[in-house]
């Protein structure tokens, strides 16, 4: 079901910890550009979060209570998911708190790429060939300051070169 060329287009699995979903349409509107080249795997609630904000098909998983966090493990276990992807807010107060740390405990002991965080989901995202880096902090005015003839450009071009 989720096989994919693993070298470029990545199987990534995105869980939200709290039902607050402005951060959730915030983060995954800022990484739209490099969220589209991947299968974007969620829980039913999520899944549609995110494809209204990306404008692409997102995998749904279960809609029932904890059904898509045992789809999410299952697919953890069998390798099926290559990064998984945290976030929200991850106070003690969160109500799926235990399901997440659980799905991230799973995905650190299958060796599969875990970013606990939008800090470290920006980092892995941006990481990726191909990826598209749409704010650097700073970058724009320090450039504009310089009068840099690129100081318009929007984002960055990150490219990877193979050893």
Known sequence: MLK????????????????????????????RKNLSSHTIIA?????????????????HLDVHTFGGYRQLATLIDEQQIDILICIGDA?????????????????TERGII???????????????PGSVCTHVTGYQSERAVNNDPFAGEDHIEIEFLAN
């Open 4 to 31: 994919q060329n693993q070298m470029m287009n990545k199987r990534i699995a995105i869980v939200s910890y709290d039902a607050d979903r402005t951060r959730l349409v915030e983060w995954s509107y800022f990484n």
């Open 43 to 59: 829980n039913n609630a999520t899944a549609g979060v995110l494809e209204g904000t990306l404008n692409t098909h997102v995998v």
């Open 91 to 107: 106070t003690p107060d969160a109500v799926n708190l235990a399901g997440v740390q659980e799905l991230c405990k799973l995905g």
């Open 114 to 128: 875990v970013a606990p965080n939008e800090a470290t989901a920006n980092f892995i995202l941006h990481s990726l």
